[in-house]
T-cell receptor, first 110, second 115 residues
């Protein structure tokens, strides 16, 4: 079945540091891949997505590239801000439902 | 649109009591999902509906859990009797014509504490 393995946290970085959160997946067929973000006290919201191999999703300075050869979808940002502190979830889209990773808690310190 | 609306935001109850969580999806959405989030297990899909019909309830942990969707604008998740290990954040999410490249819209969740 489908599964997502996500970098365990928590991750703590200083403001303006470079961020990478690793995500690899196992799936049959050609799923879509997503990153969702959860800010404190809120529900998850879509951050970015990619629907086919070599696609790059981007939003709010975050990027992730759909790598079929390495079955990966790593999240990156060149310079993080305090406001990026949140929990990040990698997800894989199947026929009708999403399979989520366990989430990575990111804390950015000024 | 007001988004997915869940109530209550917080629920504190005692073991053995019945708990009912409520969800109003975004108007026009035809898929509704119930998730549970815990530190230990992350985000788990409990059940989802399409056009008010339950499609997959394989994630429902026990018979103590039940979910209904009597119409397109309302769903409930009921736990009876509740136990301390049910303490978690429960999220409802909805989507339109769920396909591989669609996204889910999540509510703000219900924080459930069973004492």
């Amino acid at each position: 079945g489908n599964s997502v393995t996500q970098m365990e946290g928590p991750v703590t970085l200083s403001e303006e540091a470079f961020l990478t959160i690793n995500c690899t997946y196992t799936a049959t067929g050609y799923p879509s891949l997503f990153w969702y973000v959860q800010y404190p006290g809120e529900g998850l919201q879509l951050l970015l997505k990619a629907t086919k191999a070599d696609d790059k999703g981007s939003n709010k300075g975050f990027e992730a590239t759909y790598r079929k050869e390495t079955t990966s979808f790593h999240l990156e940002k060149g310079s993080v801000q305090v406001s990026d502190s949140a929990v990040y979830f990698c997800a894989l889209g199947g026929n009708e439902k999403l399979t989520f990773g366990t989430g990575t808690r990111l804390t950015i310190i000024p | 649109d007001a988004g997915v609306i869940q109530s209550p935001r917080h629920e504190v109850t005692e073991m053995g009591q019945e708990v009912t969580l409520r969800c109003k999806p975004i108007s026009g959405h035809d898929y509704l999902f119930w998730y549970r989030q815990t530190m230990m297990r992350g985000l788990e899909l409990l059940i989802y509906f399409n056009n008010n019909v339950p499609i997959d309830d394989s994630g429902m942990p026990e018979d103590r859990f039940s979910a209904k969707m009597p119409n397109a604008s309302f769903s409930t998740l009921k736990i009876q009797p509740s136990e301390p290990r049910d303490s978690a954040v429960y999220f409802c999410a909805s989507s339109f014509r769920r396909r591989l490249n669609e996204k889910l819209f999540f509510g703000s969740g219900t924080q459930l504490s069973v004492l």
